[in-house]
Nanobody, 117 residues
Framework: QVQLVESGGGLVQPGGSLRLSCAAS????????MNWYRQATGKEREKVAT????????NYPDSVKGRFTISRDNGKNTVYLQMNSLQPEDTAVYYC??????????WGQGTQVTVSS
């Protein structure tokens, strides 16, 4: 069955870094655009990074541009999110999402990131 399993979340001090991973199985990973979203308590889910099927293009909102980097390894069916210069406002549950151009979409279960001193 389709699975997206995020890992790498945790507690980090302001200014610190974390690297999230999302391991995919049950579908042809290289056919899907991959995304990272986050949802803070009481807020709407926000897309924070997108990478196209072979990594040729990435996109970020202004809130994380220059601090977050998305990458993927199609040989390992894994997408990553490198997060640097983390701030308390980055605290959220982070989710990966797979999008197929014909409409299929899959979500992971999320991993908590907490930025606090």
């Amino acid at each position: 069955q389709v699975q997206l399993v995020e890992s790498g979340g945790g507690l980090v001090q302001p200014g610190g870094s974390l690297r999230l991973s999302c391991a995919a199985s049950g579908f042809t990973f290289s056919r899907y655009t991959m995304n990272w979203y986050r949802q803070a308590t009481g807020k709407e889910r926000e897309k924070v990074a997108t990478i196209t099927r072979f990594g040729g293009s990435t996109n970020y909102p202004d809130s994380v541009k220059g601090r977050f980097t998305i990458s993927r390894d199609n040989g390992k069916n894994t997408v990553y999110l490198q997060m640097n210069s983390l701030q308390p406002e980055d605290t959220a549950v982070y989710y990966c999402k797979a999008d197929h151009p014909l409409g299929a979409a899959y979500w992971g279960q999320g991993t908590q990131v907490t930025v606090s001193s």
